[in-house]
């Protein structure tokens, strides 16, 4: 929808080629079955959907989306300490994936040169390996098909794109692609938010340390719209939480820290467990095919996976959208843009995958050296980020995709980083109101 946004700006007319029937409302979708998790939208993300369909978070915030400022309503247990809650320097949009779709949606589809084919899904590109010229699309239900002309084709079907297999049929070499997985799972359930945390109350995290020498689990509770906390746990290989629902609070509690398990101990569930396997850092590097025909475009999920408890995807893809809409101004080549939008992706892609792979099983190319040192420097500057504001503020800048990576040597934050945490870090940052507001007064 992003996506379309930005090409309607460009060019007289959008076909949206989508496989489900959409909702007319804030629902979940099997296209879209990530939707049941957490989806935490960082503010760099959220600036992007902004920028693309202004009045989007007032829409969100009016419909019961939080605003949660970061470090100051965030309770976060980092792999190398509790984040303390200074003074706002970002935020983080909360709510269910489908509030944002729904919302996102709407918006864009109020451009009514924009158009939907739903219940169709793509089987082939027109053209050849010089040119794409368009799509051929078969109806779900009469497996018709229709020869779709296009000045350009823009594949953003997910995680599951055919793309690279279609490009392959036209003669062109393998994309080449890179995997590293974590084995990770993850476990969603919704529960009743008590009464008087139903506003206002924080994000709590509880996060994995993958230098731990047993699997990488987590357990993380959002405030959602309706008065709900989304509540989502994960665990690498071997730590993988299961659907059983008698055992959700406990696996909770099993994590690094046990606030969350704590905290809804005695909250009534709204929801079954849902599960999610299949959360890999998956990347396609279209960008690298020495010879790209014109008229065809990647971005979203068809280009890059992050395992999903760095809570980038979304945010990646609406500023890759971003991307397009500059590349598409300017006059680049498709394959300059296709350029523009891996550059999008590499500061996620790096966060997500230099982590991952340190954890127990995790399947993928190992560490350079310098990715090495590189992970070292990052988990000092994560521990001095427990004490240090110019080192926090660098590092919630950077995980909320909201600056350049780069901020994270600049000389201050290289010196700050060198001296190390300085004084006691923070205990868990749940403040005494806060907790009594779930379990009562002491
Ligand atoms: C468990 C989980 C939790 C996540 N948590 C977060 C988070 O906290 N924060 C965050 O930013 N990101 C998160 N992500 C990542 C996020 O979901 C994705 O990065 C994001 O949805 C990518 O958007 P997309 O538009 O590229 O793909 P999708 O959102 O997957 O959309 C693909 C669309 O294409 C349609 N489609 C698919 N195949 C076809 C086809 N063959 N023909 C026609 N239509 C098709 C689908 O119906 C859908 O509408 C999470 C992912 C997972 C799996």
Redo the contacts with the bound molecule.
Sequence with gaps: MLAATVLIRHFDEVTV????KLPDGPEP????P?AR??????SG?ARAIEELLPGTLDELYAAGAHRIGVPDALVSLSAQGWVPRFPEMQYIVSCS?SLLDWVVRSRALRDTKISVLAG???VALLGDREAVTGVLVEDRVSREHVSLEANLVLD?????S?LSRWLADFGLPEVPQETVDSGLA?ATRVFRAPAPAAAGFPIVNVQANPRDPHPGCTATLLPIENGRWLVTLSGTRGGEPTTDEARFVSFARSVRDPLVGDLIAGAEPLSPVYG?H??ANRRLYFERLKSWPTGVLA????VA??N?VY???????AQSALALDAGLRSGSTVQQVQRDIAKVVDGAWAMATNQDILYPGAVGKPLSLTGRVLQRYVDRLVRTATTEPTVTRAFIDAFTLSGPMTKLMSPRVLLATLRGPRGTPPAPTLTAEERSRVTGPV
């Design positions: 080629v989508e496989r489900d979708r099997t296209g879209v990530q998790h957490a989806h935490l939208l960082m993300g994936r169709t899904e793509p953003a079907t997910g995680r599951a055919k993850y999610a299949g959360t971005l979203g999920d068809s996976t992050y999903p809570g980038h995807g979304m945010s990646v893809a």
